[in-house]
């Protein structure tokens, strides 16, 4: 069943990211084929699909780290401006691009830890520099981050001195510490192993469990069942099927969905 929302941290029916008939291409490549994408406020997204099929794609498109050829992004109702067609359709107003990534923070496969700074050091480093935050504030801030991940004793350690799954939580506590309106993770597991990933999994728990608002790419079936309040499962570019996870998980309908689900590891 879908996660409960605490009562004291009620869903705004606002849209948190809207897209609509997104089309990517790579060239000839099309990845993309028209897709809509709606992340609601305290709400979780999962995207699920086989190698390929264009969720990874589509979080970056979201986050403006990929260039769409076609289709309309809002983030909060703001629609994203355009110059440009096709390939060659570009955001017109890059502040506009600017402010809207530090408010869309985005957790990887790989950790990207700055190994030549400290555990804290990282997470501190861009509310610091690229919002201007005062550093006390934001030290302050950066230790109830990590420590509500479950390393706030590895604040002054090296990353290569942490386990992946210890990295993973730093990386997830760097995102936090930019507070920002929407968390988006693509694949944040896959690099570990199972014990380390259950880590965390239990992080990402615990935030949906707070009434974030998140999107997620994820392999992890039980992960996207858990946590999320719809789960969007893409097949060559296209929404094949989407819904309630119990629904999508328990009842599906297309025979694509269920020779994925086949092949997954159970429910």
């Known amino acids: 069943m879908p996660r409960d929302i605490p009562d004291q941290n009620p869903i705004d029916p606002a849209s948190v990211i809207e897209i609509r008939d997104l089309h990517k291409s790579y060239g000839a490549l099309e990845v993309l084929k028209g897709v809509d994408l709606v992340a609601p406020r305290g709400h979780v997204v999962s995207l699920i699909g086989s190698s390929g099929s264009g969720k990874s794609t589509l979080l970056r498109c979201a986050n403006l780290l990929e260039e769409s050829q076609q289709g309309d992004i809002r983030f909060e109702g703001e629609p994203i401006t355009w110059k440009g067609q096709g390939l060659n359709r570009h955001p017109s107003d890059r502040a506009q691009v600017t402010r809207i990534r530090t408010n869309l923070s985005m957790v990887f496969q790989q950790f ?23 550093k006390a504030e ?3 801030k950066a230790r109830e981050y990590l420590a509500k991940v479950g390393i706030g004793d590895k604040c002054d350690v090296w990353p290569a001195q942490l386990s992946g799954g210890q990295q993973q939580r730093a990386a997830i506590a760097r995102a936090l510490c930019m507070e920002p309106k929407a968390l988006l993770f693509d694949e944040p597991t896959s690099a570990l192993d199972p014990e380390l990933e259950q880590e965390v999994v239990k992080v990402i728990k615990d ?6 608002t998140m999107i997620i790419v994820t392999h992890d079936m039980r992960l996207a069942h858990d946590v999320s309040d719809h789960v969007v499962f893409l097949h060559q570019g296209l929404i094949e099927e989407e819904g309630a996870p119990a629904e999508l998980f328990g009842n599906p309908k ?9 092949h997954s590891h159970p429910v």
Not at 207 to 212: M, N, T, V
């Open 207 to 212: 935030l949906a469990a707070e009434g974030r």
């Open 138 to 140: 934001v030290e302050e």
């Open 254 to 262: 297309s025979e694509r969905l269920k020779q994925f689900l086949s």
């Open 112 to 134: 990207n830890l700055w190994s030549h700074m400290t555990i804290l050091q990282n997470v501190m480093e861009a509310p610091v520099t690229v919002l201007g935050r005062d």
